[in-house]
């Protein structure tokens, strides 16, 4: 049985994270001992574990209650994880693009800076004037 503090360490999820994620649901409520401390099993340990690693790749918390639901049902067609998985897909695309855009932007932002005077660095003035500024036509925001 582990302790909140191992089950933190062993995952590398805060503390605080463990119990907010036990106060929405997508972990059970533990068990606990006589003087009222949480305690935790392997079946914990691979949920927490399985958590962090779904965020680490960018799935929202909705996303993950979805997976882990479906999880629960073995038999059932993968098909609507392979959905979730192919929407998380595009998020990171679209994502990637508008990053991609801002990227362009800066450099060209700091490959048209003359190394003058900060009165005339192109820099803060595209940053001042939205009309100089290529991801306006990228939609980078969209």
Known sequence: MLTIG????????KVQTIRYYEK???????GRTEGNQRRY????????????????LGFSLDAIRELLGLSDIPDRSCA???DIARRQ???????????EALR???????????????GECRVLGVLRD??????QHNEIGA
């Open 6 to 13: 191992d089950l933190s360490r062993r995952t590398g999820t």
């Open 24 to 30: 929405i649901g997508i972990m059970p409520e533990p």
């Open 41 to 56: 099993g392997s079946d914990e340990l691979d949920r927490l574990s399985f958590i962090r690693h779904a965020r680490q």
């Open 80 to 82: 609507e994880v392979d």
């Open 89 to 99: 897909l595009q998020h990171v695309k679209q994502r990637i693009a508008r990053l």
């Open 104 to 118: 362009v932007e800066l450099a060209r932002m700091v490959h048209e800076c003359s190394g003058g005077t900060v």
């Open 130 to 135: 939205h009309d100089e500024c290529l991801t």
